[in-house]
């Protein structure tokens, strides 16, 4: 894939939880949690800077020998409720650093770098 795109300037749009392939194939990273867009930017950045708490969670989750366990999404919370998704984060039922304001009101993108954006409360200081 990496060949077509440098050889022939074709563009791929990769799916995938495995940031760590992701991270050499993409020049941009869009983090999606329960069909929405949590962070995006620059793959390096992104990468190298996560700012929302399920970004960090799939970085944390690519295994690197240098640690001994991997992060998990803790499985005695339940998932976002599509069916209500107008009303706070659908990431806040399994996020470790929810506040209340997570679970009442859903948060605005906020551009964080010229190119790095992310939807979480934990950066927005308007509030």
Known sequence: M???RQDKGTAFLFI????ASARYLADD????????FVEHG???EVIHHPLHPYT???LDAVPD???RTLAVISSNKTVADLTNASRGCRFAPRCPAVQDVCRQIEPEEIKVAQDHAVRCHQYDHST
Do not use: F, K, N
């Not at 995938?16 to 940031?19: M, S, W, Y």
């Not at 990273?29 to 929405?36: D, I, N, P, S, T």
């Open 2 to 4: 990496d060949g077509l």
């Open 16 to 19: 995938t939880h495995d940031l």
């Open 29 to 36: 990273l869009y983090v999606m949690y329960a069909g929405q």
């Open 42 to 44: 620059p793959a390096s």
């Open 56 to 58: 960090r969670i799939l």
């Open 65 to 67: 020998p240098r640690r």
